[in-house]
C-alpha cells in the first residue's frame, strides 16, 4: 500500500469469507480462557498477567456473540446481555472511581468504607445518571431506523448486527467513561485521595506497572485479531488486513516518524494555548505533578520504550483498527478520548481528541501500522525528553 490521499476503498468480498480452516481461532480460543485459572492457581505475576485478560477478554466475547448473531437470534440476545451486563461493570466502576476520589472509599479500613459523611450523593448520583443516558443512547443505537440515519454520516452497514453492537458499546461507554469527569470536573485517577491510596498500598511501583503495561500489550493483539471475526467471519490474513495491520511501505514508516516530530512540536503549541485560555476561564488543568506519579514507571529508557510500543500499537490495533474503519475518526476517536478521562482534566482530554484525529486521519490515509508508528514514537519522544528535561 502506498501513502494516498485517497479515502480506502471498502473492503473486498474475499476478506469476509469464513476461514477454511477453524481449528487455529478455536485453539486461540481454548488457550485464551485456559490461561485464565492457570495463571491464577500460579499466583505472582502469573495472575498479574491473567487479571489483565480479565479487562479484554469479555469485549471479545461481545464481539463473537455479536458475529454469531448475524445467523443465529439466540446469539444476537446473549450479545445484547453481554453488552447490557460490560455496560452495568463500568458505571460501577466510574462510580468506584468516584467514591475512591472523594475518601468515601478506604482500601485500607475495615469494609474498605471511610464513612458515609464523605460520601457526596450528588457525585454518585450525577455519575450514575449520566451512565444511565449513556445506556439509553446505546439501546438508540442498536435500533435499525437510527442507524440508518447515522450511516449517512458514518462508514457503518446499517442493516449490521455487529456495527450496531460496536456503535452502541462505543456510544454509551464514551459516557459512562466520561462521566466522573463531567459531574466534578477533575480526573479521579488523580484526586488526593487515589494517589494516596495508591501510594499507600504500593500500586505505583515502578516495576509492577511497567511489567502490567507488558502484559496489556501482549493481550491487546491477539484480542484485536479475535474481535474482527477472526475464526468466524474471516482467516487470518484477512483479519490482519481489516485492522490495517500490514507491512509498511519505506514511505509510510518515513511519513509515521515525520508526523510524531511534527506533533511533539505541535501538542507543545497546543498545550501552551489551551492553558492560557484553561487560566482565563478560570478552568482546573490536570495536575501534571500527580500524573507524573502515575506514570512514573515510563521514566526510564526502558520503559520509554515500553509505554512507546504498547501505546502506539495497542491503542491503535484496539481503536483506528477494530473501530475507526466502521465507526469512522470522530466516534471511535471519542471513545479514545474518553479512555484517558479518569487520568486527564478536560485540557487534557481536548490535546488526546486531537492527537487522535491526527492518528486517525494517517489511518485513513495510510494503514494502522503507520498510524502505531506515529503514536508510539510520540509516546516516546515525550517520555525522553521529560528524562532528559529537554523543553520546547
Known sequence: MTFSLAEPTPSSPPEDRPPARRWPAVAGYLLMFLILPVGFALGGEASSFAST????????????????????????ILAVLWWLGLLGLAAVGVVSFTLLASGAIDPTAPGNVAGLEGLDFGQVGGVLGI??????L?????LPPVRRRLSRVLPL?????????????????SLILLAPLIVTGL???LSDAFMQMAESSGALDAQSNLLSTVYVLVWTVPLA???VGYGVRRDFAASLRRLGFVR???????VGVAVAVVLVFAASYLDKGIGLLWEVLGWPRTDGEAFSKLIAFAFTPIGAVVLGISAGLGEELGVRGVLQPRLGIVLSNLLFASLHALQYGWDGVLVVFVLGAVFGVLRNRTNTTTSAIAHGLYDFLLVMMAIYEISI
Do not use: C, E
Not at 485478560?53 to 455479536?66: D, E, H, K, S, T
Not at 451512565?131 to 439509553?136: F, H, I, V
Not at 446505546?138 to 442498536?142: D, K, M, R
Open 53 to 76: 485478560g480479565i479487562m479484554y477478554i469479555p469485549f471479545v466475547l461481545l464481539a463473537l456473540l455479536a458475529y454469531l448473531g448475524l445467523r443465529n437470534d439466540a446469539a444476537k
Open 225 to 227: 485479531i479475535f474481535a
Open 131 to 136: 451512565s444511565a443516558l449513556g445506556l439509553l
Open 187 to 189: 480526573p479521579p485517577l
Open 157 to 173: 452497514d446499517p442493516d449490521s448486527f455487529v456495527h450496531g453492537i460496536a456503535l452502541a458499546l462505543v456510544v454509551s461507554l
Open 248 to 254: 509498511p511501505t519505506l514511505q509510510q514508516v518515513a
Open 138 to 142: 446505546g439501546i438508540a443505537a442498536l
